[in-house]
């Protein structure tokens, strides 16, 4: 080999580094999950009855971690003229604003009941914060590049998330399929979810697309219940 070719051969392995191996996205959660740690999102949700498109609400939230997965979250629901929050902490939720709101005791603002799961059929059904449903989403799926896309049932989620399970959803549910993509960061870590599902009701379908984005994984979070003098566990 001429020095010319020598040094051609040197500048263009120098100039191509090798390919980084891909970040397996379960271990790059699981690495996360320390208590007082979690991530924050957002979700745009927006609604279609396959004539007209409409948003219906945004949400902004916080997911607090444990050794496991998801120990408590915090989510605000802004429908424009009405805003709801709800906290979760463990098993237990505290629920304000919305139609509540006019049905708490004078000077209670929370009302206490079960927690630990999704708030309602207009949150994010995926919670890419748990392992278990962040394997079956992938394994359901296909990947390419930073992203991977497929579908899961319900029943199917049910049986691998505790944000599914822990809602008691009615079995007319538990059949619907739920589209997905989920955009991986470069650290493996889901960056973006964005679901839709269709429910035929009376004849008539409705169709709920949901664009969550996840950020500041593994930063500090704590998440508190209510002062105690503001929670109920009854209604007027």
């Not at 599914?164 to 079995?171: D, N, P, R, S």
Request: with cysteine; proline share 5%; net charge positive.
């Amino acid at each position: 080999m001429s020095i010319l070719a020598a040094a051609c051969a040197a500048l263009v392995a120098t100039a191509v580094p090798a390919q980084a191996a891909p970040k397996d996205p379960v271990s790059a959660l699981k690495a996360m999950l320390a208590p007082g740690h979690g991530v924050q999102f957002t979700d745009a949700v927006t609604w279609s009855d396959g004539t007209h498109q409409q948003g219906a609400r945004d949400n902004k939230g916080t997911f607090q971690f444990d050794k496991k997965g998801v120990a408590a979250f915090d989510i605000a629901m802004d429908f424009g003229d009405d805003q709801q929050r709800v906290i979760s902490i463990g098993k237990t939720g505290y629920y304000s604003g919305g139609n509540i709101a006019g049905l708490l005791p004078e000077g209670k603002t929370w009302l206490k009941g079960a927690g630990g799961a999704i708030p309602d059929s207009w949150a994010q059904f995926l919670n890419p914060a748990e392992p278990r449903t962040l394997a079956a989403l992938i394994k359901n799926g296909k990947s390419k590049g930073g992203s991977v896309t497929g579908s899961i049932t319900v029943k199917e989620l049910g049986a691998v998330s505790s944000w599914i399970a822990g809602a008691e959803i009615e079995k007319p549910w538990q059949g619907i399929k739920i589209s997905y993509t989920l955009t991986l960061s470069s650290a493996g870590l889901v960056s973006r979810a964005q679901t839709s599902y269709t429910r035929t009701e009376n004849g008539e379908s409705t169709t709920v697309s949901v664009d969550s984005r996840y950020t500041g994984w593994g930063g500090k979070v704590s998440i508190k219940a209510p002062d105690p003098g503001t929670v109920t566990t009854k209604l007027r």
